[in-house]
């Protein structure tokens, strides 16, 4: 099992910055990746950015130059920074931990961006 947690969501205005991270305990050393997920109101849930074991990264094209995701191995946590962020950011963002048998997510963090 693993249990993830999130925090460093609030709201900001249009142009500034958060960083989110993703707490994980647990069995962590069965993680695969971790992938910050966001659903913003009446959509669907999407991917925003990933990381996995290696180090490798991928990101949204949305957010691409904008978010970087990041890990701090011994914290067992995963970041995402958030820079130049814009309304259409708006979203609860989660963190999903995948392993070789199942994935397991976090309860979420509300980011709001006025305009």
């Known amino acids: 099992q693993v249990q993830l947690v999130e925090s460093g969501g609030g709201l900001v205005q249009a142009g500034g910055s958060l960083t989110l991270s993703c707490v994980a305990s647990g069995s962590t050393f069965g993680i695969d990746a971790i992938g910050w997920y966001r659903q913003p109101p009446g959509k669907l849930r999407e991917l925003v950015a990933g990381?996995?074991?290696?180090?490798?990264?991928n990101y949204a094209d949305s957010v691409k130059g904008r978010f970087t995701i990041f890990r701090d191995n011994a914290k067992n946590t995963v970041y995402l920074q958030m820079n130049s962020l814009k309304p259409e950011d708006t979203a609860v963002y989660s963190c999903n931990a995948q392993t070789f048998t199942s994935h397991y997510w976090g309860q979420g963090t509300q980011v709001t961006v006025s305009s």
């Open positions: 990381i996995n074991s290696g180090g490798s990264t």
